[in-house]
């Protein structure tokens, strides 16, 4: 049985309980939000395990134009420029933001920001807290602002299952638990929901991070762009552990290289060897896996006793594991990680259905591209969850439509699918892969059911990948392993009017969100 909330009929209503979502919540304040989490707040969200830490020009040999270079050298061509840019130049900013938060990044014996490296940045600028606890630290202080703010009602336990839509776009949430549900009547919502790693056997993300918000705005009529794209971490612990503890990139930084069983460094000569971009050292991993190898990150000779001090969450997993990194290399594997596609946002976080607003991973703003640079995706979250906000302050609640009866999905289960869309959606891709996985995952995706929405999100990543016929960053495709200039575009998708398939078209760069509206529509 449904009940309407109407007690806070109207209200801002928010979808995720990671930094995007805390954010958005917090600087909406004194407006009256609701803030919806599957899990109790710090729980469950992806945020809270991020290690490496938050991307900022604030060092002094460095610039926000370099900083957004480097983030276009990543993305493989198919980054915005003006996005990288704006995002870049607020950094620093959003740095002095999460200060006022009570954050302590941390400092060198000057006083100043301690610097860290990461793959494919020129520069020292991954500012951190506690080594490798950025996300746990951020998390903790937001959790507690949060709480101390009257303006926001925080709803756990019941994770938003559908965006109610009608003429005049977004019409309410539908949302439900283990034992109830409930109608969020409002005009305006924020989804903050995180990505998908789930979908895949090997991930370092939360077991629900299944692509929920994904699916909620591809069912309410939303576009959505750059869904191939999928980031695999190259070094995630390698001990059976499921998700997978993540070995950050910043180990690299500071020097570990990359082994097999033999003692062989197989990075070595390879560009920026160990600190190439995450799509290439993924695939190098992983050939040497395939190979019938093992693979090993080797921070003795580099770090040895100083790794517990500059890594101790790091050392914490590898020593519950049988393993002390400061004596044994760290056995490896690649690990979905990150998405860099989602639902299409302009600058403002706007989706293409009104009423809609999207940041964090959940959304494509255009920054990434084909491949996310280190550190940029806490940066992100909380310049647009800012950007959101502001464009929210100036809206109301507008006229709520009368209450109407809806049907209940049931709650996602995406186990029957991670086998299936690990083995054909994962690092290396093929035409006879994909379109198998193609019509597996139509048959999954409209027919209702547990399976559906995961199913949902997985065919939005097939299809993508499928149409592109080029490897570009974060998708790589054996039979099409080169990039091509015809393919600078970005794939846009959206669920038909008649809910039964997906419509999907090349938008040229540079595009607008008007044209990927356009693209999606036709």
Same mark, same amino acid.
């Given at each position: 049985?449904? &009940?309407?909330?109407?007690?806070?009929?109207?209200?801002?209503?928010?979808?995720?309980?990671?930094?995007?979502?805390?954010?958005?919540?917090?600087?909406?304040?004194?407006?009256? $939000?609701?803030?919806?989490?599957?899990?109790?707040?710090?729980?469950?969200?992806?945020?809270?395990?991020?290690?490496?830490?938050?991307? *900022?020009?604030?060092?002094?040999?460095?610039?926000?134009?370099?900083?957004?270079?480097?983030?276009?050298?990543?993305?493989?061509?198919?980054?915005?420029?003006?996005?990288?840019?704006?995002?870049?130049?607020?950094?620093?900013?959003?740095?002095?933001?999460?200060?006022?938060?009570?954050?302590?990044?941390?400092?060198?014996?000057?006083?100043?920001? *301690?610097?860290?490296?990461?793959?494919?940045?020129?520069?020292?600028?991954? %500012?951190?807290?506690?080594?490798?606890?950025?996300? +746990?630290? !951020?998390?903790?202080?937001? $959790?507690? =602002?949060?709480?101390?703010?009257?303006?926001?009602?925080?709803?756990?336990?019941?994770?938003?299952?559908?965006?109610?839509?009608?003429?005049?776009?977004?019409?309410?949430?539908?949302?439900?638990?283990?034992?109830?549900?409930?109608?969020?009547?409002?005009?305006? %919502?924020?989804?903050?929901?995180?990505?998908?790693?789930?979908?895949?056997?090997? &991930?370092?993300?939360?077991?629900?991070?299944?692509?929920?918000?994904?699916?909620?705005?591809?069912?309410?009529?939303?576009?959505?762009?750059?869904?191939?794209?999928?980031?695999?971490?190259?070094?995630?612990?390698?001990?059976?552990?499921?998700?997978?503890?993540? $070995?950050?990139?910043?180990?690299?930084?500071?020097?570990?290289?990359? !082994?097999?069983?033999?003692?062989?460094?197989?990075?070595?000569?390879?560009?920026? =060897?160990?600190?190439?971009?995450?799509?290439?050292?993924?695939?190098?991993? +992983?050939?040497?896996?395939?190979?019938?190898?093992?693979?090993?990150?080797?921070?003795?000779?580099?770090?040895?006793?100083?790794? &517990?001090?500059?890594?101790?969450? !790091?050392?914490?997993?590898?020593?519950?594991?049988?393993?002390?990194?400061?004596?044994?290399?760290?056995?490896?594997?690649?690990?979905?990680?990150?998405?860099?596609?989602?639902?299409?946002?302009?600058?403002?976080?706007?989706?293409?259905?009104?009423?809609?607003?999207?940041?964090?991973?959940?959304?494509?703003?255009?920054?990434?591209?084909?491949?996310?640079?280190?550190?940029?995706?806490?940066?992100?979250?909380? %310049?647009?969850?800012?950007? $959101?906000?502001?464009?929210?302050?100036?809206?109301?609640?507008?006229?709520?439509?009368?209450?109407?009866?809806?049907?209940?999905?049931?709650?996602?289960?995406?186990?029957?699918?991670? /086998?299936?869309?690990?083995?054909?959606?994962?690092?290396?891709?093929?035409?006879?892969?994909?379109?198998?996985?193609?019509?597996?995952?139509?048959?999954?995706?409209?027919?209702?059911?547990?399976?559906?929405?995961?199913?949902?999100?997985?065919?939005?990543?097939?299809?993508? /990948?499928?149409?592109?016929?080029?490897?570009?960053?974060?998708?790589?495709?054996?039979?099409?392993?080169?990039?091509?200039?015809?393919?600078?575009?970005?794939?846009?998708?959206?669920?038909?009017?008649?809910?039964?398939?997906?419509?999907?078209?090349?938008?040229?760069?540079?595009?607008?969100?008007?044209?990927?509206?356009?693209?999606?529509?036709?």
């Amino acid at each position: 049985m449904e &009940t309407i909330r109407s007690d806070h009929a109207g209200s801002v209503v928010v979808i995720g309980g990671g930094l995007a979502g805390l954010m958005t919540a917090l600087r909406l304040a004194p407006q009256p $939000v609701i803030l919806l989490a599957r899990t109790p707040l710090g729980e469950g969200a992806a945020s809270a395990w991020a290690q490496g830490g938050i991307a *900022a020009a604030v060092g002094p040999d460095d610039a926000p134009a370099l900083h957004a270079a480097d983030t276009l050298e990543a993305a493989d061509g198919l980054g915005d420029a003006a996005v990288a840019a704006r995002i870049a130049a607020a950094a620093p900013g959003a740095i002095a933001l999460l200060e006022r938060y009570g954050i302590a990044f941390d400092r060198d014996s000057a006083g100043k920001p *301690a610097l860290g490296l990461e793959a494919a940045h020129g520069r020292r600028r991954i %500012v951190h807290v506690a080594g490798d606890g950025t996300g +746990a630290a !951020i998390m903790r202080a937001l $959790v507690a =602002a949060v709480a101390a703010t009257p303006s926001i009602t925080v709803i756990e336990g019941l994770e938003a299952r559908r965006l109610l839509v009608d003429d005049h776009g977004i019409a309410g949430v539908l949302a439900a638990g283990p034992f109830s549900a409930c109608l969020l009547p409002t005009r305006r %919502v924020v989804l903050a929901a995180g990505g998908l790693g789930g979908l895949y056997r090997h &991930t370092t993300n939360p077991l629900g991070a299944v692509g929920h918000g994904v699916a909620l705005a591809a069912r309410a009529g939303a576009a959505l762009a750059d869904m191939e794209f999928v980031q695999f971490h190259p070094t995630a612990l390698d001990v059976g552990l499921d998700p997978m503890p993540l $070995v950050s990139e910043a180990v690299r930084g500071e020097g570990a290289v990359l !082994i097999d069983e033999t003692g062989a460094r197989f990075m070595a000569g390879k560009g920026h =060897a160990e600190l190439e971009p995450r799509d290439v050292v993924s695939r190098a991993v +992983a050939a040497r896996i395939a190979a019938g190898h093992q693979a090993f990150l080797d921070a003795r000779a580099v770090l040895g006793d100083r790794f &517990t001090g500059r890594f101790p969450l !790091i050392a914490a997993r590898c020593r519950a594991a049988g393993i002390d990194p400061t004596r044994q290399p760290i056995p490896v594997r690649p690990a979905v990680h990150y998405h860099m596609g989602g639902i299409a946002v302009d600058g403002d976080g706007r989706s293409t259905l009104d009423g809609l607003w999207a940041c964090g991973e959940v959304a494509a703003t255009g920054l990434h591209g084909a491949n996310r640079l280190a550190s940029n995706s806490l940066l992100e979250a909380v %310049v647009m969850a800012d950007a $959101v906000a502001r464009c929210l302050a100036g809206t109301d609640a507008g006229a709520l439509p009368a209450p109407r009866p809806v049907a209940l999905p049931p709650a996602a289960d995406a186990g029957p699918l991670r /086998a299936l869309v690990s083995d054909s959606l994962g690092v290396v891709r093929n035409r006879a892969g994909l379109s198998a996985a193609v019509t597996r995952l139509e048959e999954l995706a409209f027919r209702g059911g547990a399976t559906a929405d995961p199913a949902l999100v997985a065919l939005l990543i097939a299809t993508a /990948a499928l149409r592109r016929e080029e490897s570009r960053g974060g998708h790589w495709r054996s039979d099409y392993p080169t990039s091509s200039s015809g393919w600078r575009c970005r794939l846009v998708q959206r669920v038909a009017d008649t809910g039964t398939h997906l419509t999907c078209r090349a938008v040229p760069l540079p595009d607008s969100l008007q044209s990927i509206a356009q693209g999606a529509s036709s």
